[in-house]
Structures are given as structure tokens and as C-alpha cells.
């Protein structure tokens, strides 16, 4: 069997709240931290496919707290 691993990681202004938002919708395969100025989500899995999905919806979901967090931003 195929084991997939990959980690998306990215720049932002307020880490932990950028990764607060998006931990709830991880699924049992993914983590999400926060450190450094950065969000640092980990994947893994067994089917490529799966694995793909699940980087398009946490993307989308990344692009969507972006703009929140930069609307309410103090």
C-alpha cells in the first residue's frame, strides 16, 4: 500500500489565529499548528486522490480565512 505525506505551509500575520480557524475542518489525517509567523498543516494518507481533495478544500478554506482575518484585523 502507498503511504502520501506533505506539508503546506504558509506566511501570515497572525498564525494562530489563521490556524484556529481552519483546525476544526482538519480531518483525522491533517494537523495544523501555528509558530515562527507561519501555519504549518500537515497531510498524510493512503489514496493520492483523497489526499488531493483534501488540499483543494484546505486551500479554499485557507483563501476564505485570509480574507476574513484581513477584514477584521485590529
Known amino acids: ?4 505525506e ?3 505551509t504558509t506566511v ?3 498564525p494562530e489565529r ?3 480557524s ?3 475542518d482538519n480531518l483525522a489525517s491533517m494537523k495544523t499548528t501555528a509558530g515562527a509567523g ?4 500537515r497531510i498524510s494518507g493512503e ?4 489526499i488531493i481533495a483534501s488540499v483543494d478544500d484546505y ?14 484585523s485590529p
Open 59 to 72: 486551500l479554499m478554506n485557507l483563501a476564505i480565512v485570509e480574507d476574513v482575518c484581513t477584514c477584521t
Open 38 to 41: 507561519m501555519v504549518i498543516t
Open 22 to 24: 481552519l483546525s476544526p
Open 6 to 8: 506533505g506539508t503546506v
Open 18 to 20: 489563521v490556524a484556529g
Open 1 to 4: 500500500m502507498m503511504s502520501v
Open 47 to 50: 489514496n493520492l486522490r483523497t
Open 12 to 14: 501570515h500575520h497572525d
